[in-house]
């Protein structure tokens, strides 16, 4: 009963993706196109209250249909642009499988237990390994990672590559089941790649975001944070807030001191 039940979800999502147009941009891509098998190892792994969703609401079938169509699209997108080629893109490959082996070995095995000297050992013999896995998944943070927590997630990290190395013996990797399941969450990420992207290619210009705050002075940060700043000053002087609501305030509650009235 209850593979006949995700085969059901299944079905319904095929029909609803036939009847989109499945995504399609390059002849060549592995996100080219979502397959009734790769839906069909998607409602296994779905959570017991999204089948049920998914299963009584056409809206969030058709919802879960547009992000697979979205994210496949962008990552065809990406391949496009050589995203998919690069030295970040290959690292997150290697992170992502890891980390679905991982998983998948321990839901198998959940006796499975690595000591302390096991993971100590293994960091010491993959440092070099670790430092990159670790710049890659941290390049967008600008903050430094306190040493305790690094420490804490080098024994994540060796962790992690012990049990999806357990899992590769078992031949979890060769699974149809797996791929699938790699490839949705790297269609993710070429997609996230692309997007950045599109936002970095499209950044304006310093001339750009001059020309723009002459002709809208009141989209200029610094303006707008020193009046804040100056509002701030007369509230802590003890200036009346209706008095200030009124002239600060630029949408209804103008004329009545900030007072938003019942909702």
């Known amino acids: 009963m209850r593979s006949r039940k995700h085969s059901l979800i299944a079905l319904m999502l095929v029909t609803l993706l036939l009847g989109a147009g499945a995504c399609s941009l390059f002849n060549r891509s592995e996100y080219k196109s979502i397959s009734a098998a790769d839906l069909t190892i998607l409602a296994d792994n779905l959570p017991d209250q999204q089948k049920r969703t998914l299963a009584q609401n056409e809206g969030q079938r058709k919802q879960l249909i547009d992000q697979f169509k979205k994210a496949f699209s962008l990552a065809q997108a990406a391949e ?42 293994y960091y010491q013999s993959h440092k070099a390994e670790f430092d990159a896995d670790f710049d890659l998944i941290t390049r967008n943070s600008t903050q430094q990672t306190p040493e305790e927590q690094r420490e804490i997630l080098r024994l994540q990290w060796a962790e992690m590559k012990i049990r999806a190395a357990k899992g590769r013996e078992a031949g979890i ?14 269609a993710n990420v070429l997609a ?17 975001k001059a020309g723009y705050l002459a002709e809208h002075p009141e989209a200029d940060l610094e303006k707008i944070r020193q009046r ?21 305030n630029e949408d209804a509650t103008r004329g009545t001191g900030g007072d938003l009235d019942w909702f």
């Open 80 to 121: 496009s642009e050589g995203l998919h080629k690069s030295d970040r893109f290959k690292g997150r490959r290697v992170i992502s499988e890891d980390q679905l082996l991982a998983a998948e070995f321990t839901r198998r095995d959940p006796a499975f237990a690595v000591t302390q000297e096991e993971l100590t050992s």
């Open 173 to 186: 990797d060769k699974e149809a089941g797996f791929k699938a399941q790699v490839r949705f969450n790297l």
């Open 192 to 208: 996230n790649y692309y997007s950045e992207l599109l936002e970095e290619r499209f950044k304006p210009t310093a001339e750009e």
């Open 228 to 248: 804040a700043q100056e509002l701030l000053a007369r509230v802590k002087k003890g200036e009346p807030f209706d008095q200030l609501a009124t002239e600060y």
